[in-house]
């Protein structure tokens, strides 16, 4: 199914159904030149008149096709205006997914009022279905609403510390061969909250804050050195106890280098006397004869 015939499939069915009153595609498909390919979803917005019905009796999911797995938000508060709003994510047995939102029309009307949109529009949208005008007031999208911004040197500082926070840490599960613990801190926090920050920090550096990572850092391999890349990769391992060793190692140094780089244009020195004593306590750790 291509591009315009999912679109249009989208668009018919809206139509026919007297409680949508406007349809939204943001995200990917929004934006102009990203990337998109065969497997990119789609993130289409609903304006309903109530949220309620189509929460309640989600047969109409089946009206793109049948549904092989399907993950519902529970109905909570927008953060900004408290109003009700919900979310599914519908991956389809042909490979169609779609992530729909459901904002009511009231909702939906505070957000076009308010003096900024949210990020999600901000980041960019395209107005599919308008039966209403509800969308004629829209501020047209920035397009940089995910894009990073530097840190400042606070920020900066305590985003390091904590990052260093976790080495002891990861070091003892090793120890102690407690391996879910270990992977959570490594592979999570070190990498996942620190090292991506850090890395979507050294693309802002180099693009003069002009380029946005994806969420997860999707994209993040277009956007970094092809070495750069390859010592991320180092920083994954299995479950065998040397190779995380190695893992740790690895993510240590990855994190000082671009850390150090992406402080150095900001005036920001990396913090080389605290990495070295705690990689030393890392050593330590690891080569201790007894846990006794």
Not at 84 to 104: H, M, R
């Amino acid at each position: 199914m291509t591009d315009q015939v999912t679109r249009d499939l989208i668009v018919q069915w809206a139509k026919a159904n007297d409680e949508i009153r406007a349809v939204l595609l943001t995200s990917t498909r929004a934006v102009p030149n990203a990337h998109v390919d065969v497997l990119s979803d789609y993130d289409v917005i609903l304006i309903v008149r109530d949220i309620h019905p189509f929460v309640c009796d989600k047969t109409w999911l089946n009206d793109f096709g049948e549904t092989l797995v399907v993950y519902w938000d529970a109905v909570y508060p927008d953060p900004t205006f408290g109003l009700e709003c919900c979310g599914n994510v519908t991956q389809y047995s042909s490979g169609l997914k779609i992530d729909f939102t459901l904002w009511s029309v009231e909702l939906f009307q505070k957000i076009v009022a308010a003096p900024t949109l949210p990020d999600e529009l901000e980041a960019g949208y395209k107005v599919l279905l308008d039966k209403d005008d509800l969308t004629l007031a829209m501020q047209p999208p920035t397009f940089k609403a995910y894009w990073p911004k530097p840190p400042t040197l606070g920020a900066y500082q305590t985003h390091v510390n904590d990052f260093l926070s976790d080495a002891p840490y990861v070091a003892k599960c090793l120890r102690r061969g407690e391996l879910l613990p270990l992977k959570w801190a490594l592979d999570n926090d070190m990498k996942h909250v620190y090292l991506l920050k850090m890395l979507e920090w050294y693309v802002g550096v180099k693009s003069n804050w002009s380029i946005p990572v994806g969420s997860l850092g999707k994209g993040l391999k277009r956007l970094v050195p092809r070495d750069i890349w390859e010592r991320l990769e180092q920083t994954y391992a299995g479950a065998d106890v040397e190779d995380n060793w190695r893992a740790l190692e690895a993510t240590l140094a990855l994190f000082r280098q671009v850390a150090t780089e992406v402080g150095q244009p900001l005036g920001y020195a990396y913090p080389h006397d605290l990495h070295q004593r705690v990689t030393a306590y890392v050593e330590h750790v690891k080569q201790l004869e007894s846990l006794e």
